[in-house]
């Protein structure tokens, strides 16, 4: 199976942009994961799947792929829609509104 290249999203607690302008690439597992019947984790003997590479830019892990000889699949990001209110939350409780905020 082939590698992955993608661009990791913003955590669920995360407002901001911050750690999203780096690119990954990960490889896939080949094999499925055993269970420990003891207590109950799971392994693998595929040692490639727990290696994650980070690269500033796409093309460099492109390069990187290319010169190693790994197969790869670019998973393109999604980009975040441009705020619609200029203002946002601080808005409501300006000083220089037009008109008087109510509830």
């Known amino acids: 199976m082939p590698a992955r290249i ?5 955590t669920a607690t995360q407002s901001g942009q911050g750690n999203t ?13 055993d269970v420990d019947p003891l207590m109950g984790w799971t ?3 595929d040692t490639q799947a727990q290696v994650r590479l ?8 492109l ?3 290319k010169e190693h000889g790994i197969d790869v699949v670019v ?20 000083t220089n509104r037009r008109g008087a905020w109510t509830h």
């Open 6 to 10: 993608y661009q990791p999203a913003r």
């Open 21 to 33: 302008n780096t690119w990954v690439l990960e490889h896939v597992n080949e094999t499925g994961r």
């Open 43 to 45: 392994s693998s003997s």
């Open 54 to 61: 980070r690269f500033s830019s796409k093309e460099a892990a």
């Open 63 to 65: 390069e990187y792929a």
């Open 75 to 94: 998973a393109e990001p999604h980009k975040r829609k441009p705020n619609i209110r200029k203002g946002g939350y601080g808005e409501n409780f300006a």
